[in-house]
């Protein structure tokens, strides 16, 4: 008998070894719940722990706890569904939530206050777009700067589609088109320059300068140069009407062919109707004797005295050139011979 050992040892001997077995807590027993009560009722006034179960398996007798369930006791333990919230981080959540309404109110009542106000309309406005919600630092190019998942990361570019489509359908017309690429020129002063006056401007002045051009080359150009391209000109309008082939019935032909006069024609004596030298082009009357010839053949005015008052390079100039051909006409006789 341990225990009656136990006490003579301390008797005689005043040892005594300490008591192996731990003393065993009674528990509370809770009266039978109510059968309208639901769930799991457990009787414990401490918690439980691992080494209380641990000596519990031990020494199960009836001092243990004692667990009574009410009807639905099987439907608890069958659910699969957690019934346990998360407090400390949706309490954060909320906090900061709350904090960002209470920036987004603020912001929001500023910019009523500034329009009320009526401020410049020169201040800087702030745009709201479609990402206007969403927090975080972005770039000049409109991306999210820093880490991103692949859902903002479609978002993103989804949203910047549909920015793009709708700027096209908003500058679709062609009027609004023009006008939104329409670029604004400034003077040193400010003021608005209008390009298409200026434009026409400059055209109005290019124009003027060609024309001026124009009646200089006029103006170097004598009356018979300006005469001979009018009569050209009314050739070419006359040449529209006539055929291709031209014979003896051909009288403008015949005439013009019969006014030429040729200083060496043999038959010129024969001609019994001929015609004085008349008039010149300009319609001044000619001078009717003998004059030096000239490279342009042109005759002297019916004033000249006959004095010839030039230098003598036309005389020369003549000579030289038939210098020349019987030099040439010469050297080929002498070949052949």
Same mark, same amino acid.
Do not use: C
């Given at each position: 008998?341990?225990?009656?050992? #136990?006490?003579?040892l301390?008797?005689?001997?005043?040892?005594a070894?300490?008591?192996?077995?731990r003393?065993?807590?009674? $528990?509370?027993k809770? /009266?039978?719940?109510?059968?309208?009560?639901?769930?799991?009722?457990?009787?414990?006034?401490?918690?439980?722990?691992?080494?209380?179960?641990?000596?519990?398996?031990?020494n199960?007798? %009836?001092?243990?706890p004692?667990? +009574?369930?009410?009807?639905?006791?099987?439907?608890?333990?069958?659910?699969?569904?957690?019934?346990?919230?998360?407090?400390?981080?949706?309490?954060?959540?909320?906090? %900061?939530?709350?904090?960002?309404?209470?920036?987004?109110?603020? #912001?929001?009542?500023?910019?009523? #206050? $500034? *329009?009320?106000?009526?401020?410049? +309309?020169?201040?800087?406005?702030?745009?709201?777009?479609?990402?206007?919600? %969403?927090?975080g630092?972005?770039?000049?190019?409109?991306?999210r700067?820093?880490l991103?998942?692949a859902?903002?990361t479609?978002a993103?570019v989804?949203a910047?589609?549909?920015? /793009?489509?709708?700027?096209?359908?908003?500058?679709?017309?062609?009027?609004?088109?023009?006008?939104?690429?329409?670029?604004i020129?400034?003077?040193?002063?400010? *003021?608005?320059?209008?390009?298409a006056?200026k434009?026409?401007?400059?055209?109005?002045?290019? +124009?003027?300068? /060609?024309?001026?051009? %124009?009646?200089a080359?006029?103006?170097?150009?004598?009356?018979?140069?300006?005469?001979? *391209?009018?009569?050209?000109?009314?050739?070419?309008?006359?040449?529209?009407?006539m055929?291709?082939? $031209?014979?003896i019935e051909?009288?403008?032909?015949?005439?013009?062919?019969?006014?030429?006069q040729?200083?060496?024609?043999?038959?010129?004596?024969?001609?019994?109707?001929?015609?004085?030298?008349?008039?010149?082009?300009?319609?001044?009357?000619?001078? *009717?004797? #003998?004059?030096?010839p000239?490279?342009?053949?042109?005759?002297?005015?019916?004033?000249?005295?006959?004095?010839?008052?030039?230098?003598?390079?036309?005389?020369?100039?003549?000579?030289?050139?038939n210098?020349?051909g019987?030099?040439?006409?010469?050297?080929?006789?002498?070949?052949?011979?």
């Amino acid at each position: 008998m341990p225990s009656s050992l #136990a006490d003579y040892l301390a008797k005689n001997y005043l040892t005594a070894d300490p008591n192996t077995e731990r003393p065993k807590k009674k $528990r509370k027993k809770t /009266k039978t719940a109510d059968s309208a009560n639901e769930g799991l009722i457990i009787a414990d006034d401490d918690p439980p722990d691992l080494r209380t179960q641990a000596s519990n398996f031990g020494n199960d007798d %009836e001092d243990g706890p004692s667990i +009574e369930t009410s009807g639905r006791s099987a439907e608890f333990r069958r659910t699969k569904k957690s019934n346990w919230k998360v407090v400390g981080a949706s309490a954060a959540n909320d906090a %900061e939530k709350d904090a960002a309404d209470a920036i987004l109110a603020s #912001a929001a009542a500023e910019n009523a #206050a $500034r *329009r009320d106000a009526g401020e410049d +309309e020169d201040a800087p406005a702030v745009a709201e777009g479609e990402d206007d919600d %969403e927090d975080g630092m972005r770039m000049e190019s409109g991306a999210r700067a820093g880490l991103q998942t692949a859902e903002q990361t479609a978002a993103m570019v989804a949203a910047q589609e549909r920015r /793009k489509k709708a700027e096209a359908a908003k500058y679709k017309d062609s009027s609004q088109a023009d006008q939104a690429q329409e670029t604004i020129y400034r003077d040193a002063s400010g *003021r608005i320059i209008n390009v298409a006056m200026k434009r026409a401007e400059a055209r109005r002045a290019e +124009e003027e300068k /060609k024309e001026k051009e %124009e009646q200089a080359k006029e103006a170097l150009m004598g009356d018979v140069q300006r005469q001979q *391209r009018v009569d050209r000109k009314q050739q070419l309008e006359d040449v529209r009407a006539m055929p291709v082939a $031209r014979g003896i019935e051909d009288d403008s032909l015949n005439d013009e062919l019969k006014s030429q006069q040729r200083w060496n024609d043999p038959a010129a004596q024969f001609l019994t109707n001929t015609k004085g030298p008349g008039k010149s082009v300009t319609g001044r009357p000619l001078y *009717r004797g #003998a004059f030096q010839p000239n490279r342009y053949g042109i005759r002297p005015g019916h004033r000249w005295d006959g004095v010839d008052r030039s230098t003598g390079f036309e005389k020369d100039w003549f000579g030289a050139r038939n210098r020349k051909g019987r030099l040439e006409a010469l050297d080929y006789q002498w070949q052949m011979d």
